[in-house]
């Protein structure tokens, strides 16, 4: 392998360990020194590659160990600051040692931000005429120039590019790696510069996002055992039924009273905090709904408790569903206004004057590199003063999943049953107040809420004061 970039070089004769497949890696630490612990699982390697960079107060460490059938990557982000020039390797029985200097003296409190053992790869595109066009590839730690030589061998285009070209495209392709790396703001807090977004694994295209249409607005429907009406026999279902936008809007007037009746005392016999209890201290204010909120149509009981509220919705299904709702529940047009918005520029042409933004699971089903322009939209529209009141999966959950992925869920809207998931991105304080920046928040209240069948926290709860 050439190493892309200056990096350090260890021959490790041939390094042999046995147990699990996947890299083990510890860590330790002193006052003045950082030391990992790098265990290789099943594989002879006979060269150990090592880079580190530094930025800001974080660090990036990139390994990758190889020999001339196989490679294994390792990435470590850093909450601080190492030399680069202090880093040190050896080798040990399980594999090998790295030590760094810390660029202060202390006791790090955080150390990984995030790790993964993928290699960084990166694509571009070189229009090589009007008609041809080649992709070209690389993995982090390759060359670059050899990226560009081997992909245009294969495509028989040797006499299109001459040395100058092939520098400049080894210079946007080790761009492209540098891109495609994601930064890392907190544990597990990272983004990625557009248009990639962090998937929670890698940086990945975010136009997938797009295309699954599922910012600024609520999953879900109205939960009801309604079987017997709708298919005309004497059986219930032992499972609800989730009737989602769509569905409602074309039942028949009696069949979709029962639907509301059955979904409204299912709600009533689950736990209502905090909904009710912040509907009922909002009385007379103004409140911005994200999201229709079918499941539990916190809007309408908003309403209905006196707060003149405004759901906004990228679905219009959702928001004529939420319509029919404000009938049955003979809340007045004047007390619920309906909102289309599809992206954040629709969001500021709605008042600035709001008392609360009530978001419950509308923002978080995208990763927040997509959804800063709303979240800081929605921010603008809050007067001085005003709460930011937010549920949101916890990072307990996101571990307790084992940071799921968008491609582990594929079509993820489509499901039907009512205790599934989709892809969903976690939030913590620290990470709520970074997507609301440049508006400042103080914590009014946090509280954690459990799965009552694992004990596990699942969401979090979040009641914010604009500042400024």
């Known amino acids: 392998m050439l190493c892309s970039r200056q990096c350090v070089v260890l021959f490790l004769g041939i390094l042999s360990a046995v147990g699990a497949s996947e890299l083990r890696v510890t860590y330790t630490q002193t006052n003045q020194h950082i030391i990992f612990n790098f265990g290789i699982g099943h594989g002879d390697f006979t060269s150990f590659f090592f880079h580190a960079t530094f930025s800001g107060e974080k660090s990036l460490i990139r390994l990758v160990f190889e020999n001339d059938a196989e490679q294994k990557f390792y990435r470590v982000h850093l909450a601080h600051t190492v030399l680069p020039h202090t880093l040190r390797a050896e080798v040990t029985p399980e594999g090998v040692k790295l030590t760094a200097e810390k660029l202060e003296s202390n006791i790090w409190e955080e150390i990984v931000l995030f790790s993964s053992e993928s290699a960084v790869r990166a694509t571009i595109r070189v229009q090589l005429s009007q008609t041809a066009e080649l992709p070209i590839e690389m993995a982090e730690f390759h060359d670059p120039r050899e990226a560009v030589m081997l992909a245009v061998k294969e495509a028989r285009q040797e006499e299109a590019l001459d040395a100058t070209a092939i520098r400049k495209i080894a210079e946007v392709l080790t761009e492209a790696v540098d891109r495609a790396t994601p930064r890392c703001l907190a544990h597990l807090h990272c983004e990625c510069d557009t248009p990639l977004v962090f998937d929670g694994r890698e940086c990945m295209d975010g136009g997938k996002w797009a295309k699954l249409d599922v910012r600024l607005t609520s999953p879900g429907g109205l939960l009801a055992n309604t079987d017997r ?40 016999q689950s736990s209502s905090w905090p909904r009710v209890f912040y509907a009922q201290g909002f009385r007379g204010k ?13 809007a309408i009981l908003f309403a209905q408790q006196g707060a003149a509220v405004t759901v906004i919705d990228r679905d219009v299904h959702n928001l004529r569903a939420m319509e029919r709702l404000r009938v049955a529940s003979d809340v007045p047009p004047s007390s619920l206004a309906l909102v289309h918005c599809v992206e954040h520029v629709s969001l500021l042409q709605l008042p600035s004057d709001f008392d609360a933004v009530l978001a419950l699971d509308s923002m978080t089903r995208a990763p927040g590199e997509l959804m800063r322009a709303e979240y800081t939209a929605l921010a603008s529209r809050l007067k001085v003063g005003g709460r930011w009141l937010q549920l949101a999966p916890s990072k307990e959950r996101y571990l307790k999943e084992k940071q799921p992925r968008l491609k582990r869920f594929g079509a993820a809207e489509k499901k039907s049953a009512a205790n599934e998931t989709y892809w969903y991105d976690w939030l913590d304080i620290k990470k709520l107040r970074h997507l609301l920046q440049p508006s400042n928040f103080d914590v009014l209240f946090e509280v954690k809420g459990a799965n009552e069948a694992s004990g596990k926290h699942e969401w979090i709860w979040f009641d914010l004061l604009r500042v400024s």
């Open 286 to 298: 103004k409140v911005l709904a994200v999201g229709a909120g079918l499941q539990n149509f916190e």
């Open 229 to 268: 009406l709708l298919m005309q026999t004497d059986t219930f279902s032992d499972q609800p039924a989730l009737w989602n936008s769509p569905d409602l809007l074309q039942l028949e007037a009696g069949v979709f009273a029962h639907v509301f009746t059955a979904h409204q005392q299912a709600a009533q």
